[in-house]
């Protein structure tokens, strides 16, 4: 079977052409040129993947996952340790309502509007994503999975403070 191929050429390379059109075949001057292109773009192809172990480097980029994850539920639990020794009665009392409290846009939801300033947990929520536009939700307003471990380490430590001070409040 033969596959069939139409090339255009310039027009002053087809003018050329005509000069010596006795002499060569279109058809064969394209069967050896994309042969050896065809040929090029294989070995490229094989460069690329020849000696590389996919399942591998899977294993490494899942451990490598696992442990920023892991390290965002830290970042977590500290952001959070430290906020609830800092903040105000009114943003800790509110903040322990809530197992988890973001809106379907991967924001905290404000429930401190007596106040606006850097011991807000929106406030630190936000410089979160500053500080890591990556993990911000995407335009669907889902969190990657180091967001939520973030922000779950964040509330564990803060219902962690809250069970060792209500009672003494």
Known sequence: MVKRFSVSVPDELGERFELFKDKMSPSTIFQKALEIAVA???RMAQTITEG??????????KTEKAEVVQEMYNKGRK???EWAKNSHYLDLSEAIKFEIPVDGYGNLMDFSDHRDDEH????LLSE??????NLAPNDEGLLSNEAEQYINGLFVSINDFWDQVKDQL
Do not use: K, Q, S, V
């Not at 590389?52 to 980029?61: G, K, S, T, V, Y």
């Not at 807000?120 to 406030?123: K, N």
């Not at 979160?128 to 536009?133: A, E, G, I, K």
């Open 40 to 42: 090029r773009e294989e």
């Open 52 to 61: 590389i172990d996919m399942a591998e480097i899977i294993e490494r980029l």
């Open 79 to 81: 952001d959070g340790a």
């Open 120 to 123: 807000t947990l929106p406030y």
């Open 128 to 133: 979160f994503y500053n500080d890591h536009p």
